[in-house]
């Protein structure tokens, strides 16, 4: 029998566990396709005894993660603790250092500290991977670092975060408020009880930095993610989506622009007819735009115990199978330091609704703001509702009532100034709402 | 500096030329990532003098495919020729055996010779890769034999060949006739002069084949895929699928059943809501079902020279950063032998449309004959043309009429009785049409 490639797991929730779980199962395939046999031997937790329908006395149990890191029982360490800092990552850095691979699904460590443990991977000649890091059970990791290692990509965006999916789908479906289908969301478990970080658009912003890097050759910078979450969407931006073609999703999007990498997380109109509208629900997609690909997108189940440790796994078997080479596709050396490409010069497509006093000469005072900034109008919509009109045929009692644009493609700075223009005329009753395009 | 990984390029077709540039471009970024130099070292084609925009005085230019295949001055030999058998299956064979690496677009030659050619591979220790053979630039090899390491599929269905998805797609959106959408595919070159390899369903077969024995872990058995083509596919099915909430797509399907391993290729019914229906003219599409990932969705260009030059490319970078690992994901000694599911059992829903004299008693004996079979139906839809019902209010003139039923989950053989029973009747006039239907 060939030596065993030995796998040690700190972290035994749903992910873990479902890593063991299916570690066992393939044991034959992952013997057969790896040349050797793949066997967890050591495991850490945070408590042993807990009920996970795992037999844990066929590992070695070790309490401290740092200790399995380092274990001479083991060739890989695949850290599923999580957080950004303190445990998991001195576990990382003590596995990098004495010589073991790491796999690790931790998105938040890598956003801050990735290109560090890249380098430190490198230095001590072994790999780390985390495709269960991003998009669950998508291959979009591999896929950007070695199926398109011949393109120059230009553009990547993608649904990055279920729970934001799922309540916007909700809304849609339902017509339901956001705060109605957040509440449904941590009922079902896609919501955490302290739903910042997900709706807040963090999680996504996380796993942008770390598309960026891979897709455009550049050290991890999440801190230039422009981010911004979706529980300002209401109902009436779902329902004006539709009528105008569009469907919202909180996307993550980096893109290579004249004045340099644009980073930005926020809801997003897309084309109804977009394979990336169609997604919906807890399920992720993320589409790449390449020289010479032209534009290729994959779609999968973005979390879930199983769906995270099949990545988990096929990373595991890469490295047992011998597959080396750096992290983010290039030596962290040759990464270059990415020109962040301000947020004010972004150039797209608006939605814009502002809420006025519905009164003559409103929508007029907002057309012409725009028109003055040169910004070009595709629609202009405003709609009263039948009550209110037959109320007030004439227009004169000023309820609020919204007014939206759609503009041709501008600049972000331009669109703000026109806004606030309309804003000191009077008429704007409510904070406004803006929601880039994306056309493509 | 590091020693050249030196590429032999036999063809130079659109593909071929591609895959020059792109090495030519992506050159740092290769070197970056492979640790070495990607080079091109020697090239052959049908024609030198063949104007293709390359400069080929760069290149040591053999005339012999079989010769550049056993060059010394090459490491790594690719394929871009074409064929089942004659000078590819020769010169890949050649290289082989004389320690090269292998990258081919070649589906035809692995359909037919694939499992004997990673044994050859694998007996001389070297690689056989061949992403850019299915689905041109997306990355659906990669994805079943490494990322899908972990999970046990259950079942795949692709849209393969763009040139009929493309007839499809124009057929819908326009409301023409096969022949007029074959016409205007071949003027715009996706279709071929003699177009029977691809809308007789065999490119997809071959493609099939493929992807069923990296699924399943099977040797290739490219003779048990069923096939059926698109040209019987007429304006009324289109109708008929889209009124019923579906889209004809010409599918591969691989599937593990209680039988066997079920192959076919066939126009095939999906929900018009599904993200496989979104996936329009010459795209491509691959779906991939199993136990840990659930499902994951593939899209983009399955044809073009850059696209499937990317392909080529990457396979070319994994090579060359030394990833090794058998063909198949499997050593060829371990891939089974797929019991073949005979197509009588395959078990789903039908949609079947039967033209019949439009007299009393017609729809109702072709009901009953499904009755009798045990199949029950999800809708039966007859549409007589209101001119038809105008001049002839009785139905007494017998004016041919379709009948459409949409059969829920049953068997092929139940259908195609139930059929035989039903033109035994008398009332249908045409040969009828089945198309099987995908619900998932």
């Known amino acids: 029998m060939a ?18 779980r299916i570690l066992d199962r393939q044991a034959d395939r992952l013997e057969a396709s790896c040349g050797q046999p793949v066997r967890v031997t050591a495991v850490t ?15 070695a149990w070790l309490d401290d993660p740092v200790a399995l890191a380092t274990s001479t029982e083991i060739d890989c360490f695949v850290e599923l603790i999580g957080g950004e800092d303190g445990v998991a ?20 460590l890598l956003a801050r500290h990735g290109t560090k443990l890249a380098a430190l991977a490198e230095k001590n000649g072994v790999t780390l991977q985390f495709e269960a890091a991003v998009a669950g059970g998508i291959p979009i990791i591999k896929t950007l670092r070695e199926a398109l290692a011949g393109n120059e990509v230009s553009h990547l965006f993608g649904i990055l975060n279920g729970t934001c999916n799922y309540i916007l789908s909700r809304m849609e479906d339902e017509g339901l408020a956001f705060e109605a289908c957040l509440a449904e969301a941590q009922r079902l478990g896609y919501a955490e009880a302290d739903p910042t970080f997900d709706i807040g658009g963090f999680d996504s ?52 622009t004249p004045t340099g990498i644009e980073q930005r997380v926020h809801p997003t109109m897309v084309p109804l007819s977009s394979a990336i509208a169609q997604v919906m629900g807890v399920t992720n997609a993320v589409t790449v735009a390449a020289d010479a690909v032209r534009e290729i997108t994959l ?24 597959v080396g080479g750096a992290p983010f596709g290039r030596p962290t050396t040759a990464l270059r330091k990415a020109e962040r490409a301000p947020m004010q010069r972004h150039h797209g497509g608006y939605y814009v609704r502002l809420t006025v006093h519905d009164r003559p000469g409103a929508a007029a005072s907002i057309v012409n703001r725009f028109a003055q900034a040169d910004i070009s109008l595709e629609s202009i919509v405003q709609h009263r509702s039948e009550d209110a ?39 704007v009753v409510e904070a406004p709402q803006v929601i880039r395009i994306e056309r493509e």
């Open 389 to 427: 009109a037959a109320r007030d045929p004439a227009g004169r009692s000023g309820a609020p009532v919204p007014v939206v644009l759609i503009t041709y493609a501008t600049t972000e700075a331009a669109v703000r100034a026109a806004i606030d223009q309309a804003l000191g005329d009077g008429y």
């Open 89 to 108: 990552k001195a576990a990382v850095e003590a596995a990098l250092g004495a010589g073991k691979h790491v796999v690790t699904a931790n998105k938040a």
């Open 3 to 20: 030596q065993v490639f030995r796998i040690g797991i700190a972290g035994l929730g749903t992910v873990g566990a479902s890593a063991v």
């Open 45 to 59: 937790a945070r408590s042993r005894g807990k009920e996970r329908g795992l037999d844990l006395d066929r590992f």
């Open 205 to 256: 912003a996380h796993k942008l930095a770390i598309l960026t890097s891979l897709a455009f050759g550049t050290a991890i910078d999440a801190e230039a993610v422009h981010v911004e979450g979706i529980s300002s969407i209401s109902s009436i931006d779902i329902r004006m989506a539709r009528e105008l073609g569009y469907r919202i999703k909180l996307l993550g999007v980096a893109e290579r």
């Open 299 to 322: 779609i999968g189940p973005g979390a879930g115990g199983d769906a995270t440790a099949s990545a988990v796994v096929a990373d595991i078997a890469d490295i047992a199978r011998g």
